[in-house]
């Protein structure tokens, strides 16, 4: 990573940016990226310090600025309590990633309920609590980008994915919502809906599966990080300034 070479922009100078679950994976990449584009980036994770340090390490040695706060977004007063140092120590936040979220797959029958609820609690509670608390500083502010990830199995269904589909699903009415209501006070709100995005974990899996999936696609490819980052940091931007109540699918056209 060097934000001195290569494609370098600066929608987000000035910005303060919050992106949950951005240890690693796709909420690692939008972090980049949006210091590579001017923004202060706050880092959080619920476990994995070691890794969002690492990944701060990486954007302090390119040149950005940034800090890492740790804490459980489907605990209300961590939450609150991490929301309330951000503002503290940087002043303000400008955009907030809701993209932290768990799976835990099963079929109905044999879904335990625990693995259902702590899907929803983390997906789709800890979504609506960052957004409760941020927005109050945004409604101030009279700015604000929201961005919340959604999922194309959300839009579509997944078997084995109830519980997953049900939170990703849940968070597009919810965006909608929010967009109404803070439209008023200069806040967008929109959902990003990936589809199939190569990570570690998916990665992992088997190539026959990997197989199985890549049929369903009309572009006979998988997304990339870098696919999903490009439009978060769009959304973010003045630039998208008229976009709000939005979901926006990268998903090689497997919904459409």
């Known amino acids: 990573m060097n934000f001195g070479k290569g494609r370098m922009m600066t929608r987000l100078s000035g910005k303060v940016a919050l992106v949950t679950g951005s240890a690693r994976g796709i909420g690692k990449t939008i972090v980049e990226r949006f210091a590579a584009e001017g923004a202060v980036v706050v880092l959080s994770d619920v476990t994995n310090e070691a890794a969002a340090a690492e990944t701060l390490a990486g954007v302090v040695g390119a040149g950005g600025k940034g800090m890492v706060v740790m804490f459980d977004v489907s605990d209300a007063a961590q939450v609150d309590a991490a929301v309330q140092r951000i503002v503290s120590e ?144 769009y959304l973010a931007s003045d630039g998208a300034a008229y976009v709000t109540g939005q979901v926006i699918g990268i998903n090689g056209g497997l919904y459409m």
């Open 90 to 233: 940087q002043g303000r936040i400008d955009v907030l990633v809701n993209n932290a979220g768990i799976t835990r797959d099963n079929l109905l029958m044999r879904l335990p309920e625990d693995d259902f609820d702590a899907v929803v609690r983390t997906n789709l509670k800890g979504t609506f609590l960052l957004t409760k608390f941020v927005s109050r500083h945004m409604i101030k502010q009279r700015s604000g980008r929201i961005i919340n990830m959604s999922s194309v199995v959300g839009q579509m269904g997944n078997a084995g994915q109830s519980n997953y589909s049900a939170a990703k699903a849940g968070i597009i009415g919810f965006t909608k919502s929010m967009a109404r209501e803070l439209a008023s006070r200069g806040v967008t709100v929109n959902a990003i809906a990936p589809g199939f995005i190569m990570t570690a974990m998916t990665e992992a899996l088997p190539e026959n599966v990997r197989k199985a999936f890549l049929d369903q696609i009309p572009l006979g490819r998988f997304g990339n990080p870098e696919d999903v980052a490009d439009l978060a940091a």
